[in-house]
């Protein structure tokens, strides 16, 4: 099993930066894809980003050119850097881990993060 547990949200002004930090206890990252999602008030919870566990990243377009995943195994932890930011990008933010075998899917609590207009 892995726990993971998020960090670095708060409030920050349009345009401003954020860096996430999602660490993982319990059993080492290096087997599991890593991904970044969000949930707005209202809506559901959608991928902003993810990276394999080969180190292959994905962004979803509405964050292409801001935002930044990294991962650093022998750390176990995954950051999300968060440039350029705009209010639409006010959400919860999860952390989530993807094993190979299916069962293998866990969750962080979540971070805030808001951003002022």
């Known amino acids: 099993q892995v726990q993971l547990v998020e960090s670095g949200g708060g409030l920050v002004q349009f345009g401003g930066s954020l860096r996430l930090s999602c660490e993982a206890s319990?059993?080492?990252?290096?087997?599991?894809?890593m991904g970044w999602y969000r949930q707005a008030p209202g809506k559901e919870r959608e991928l902003v980003t993810s990276?394999?566990?080969?180190?292959?990243?994905n962004y979803a377009d509405s964050v292409k050119g801001r935002f930044s995943m990294s991962r650093d195994n022998a750390k176990n932890t995954v950051d999300l850097q968060m440039n350029s930011l705009k209010p639409e990008d006010t959400a919860v933010y999860y952390c989530?881990?993807?094993?190979?075998?299916?069962?293998?899917?866990?969750w962080g609590q979540g971070t805030q993060v808001t951003v002022s207009s």
């Open positions: 990276i394999s566990r080969r180190g292959r990243t």
């Open positions: 319990g059993s080492g990252i290096r087997a599991y894809d």
């Open positions: 989530n881990a993807k094993g190979p075998i299916i069962e293998q899917d866990y």
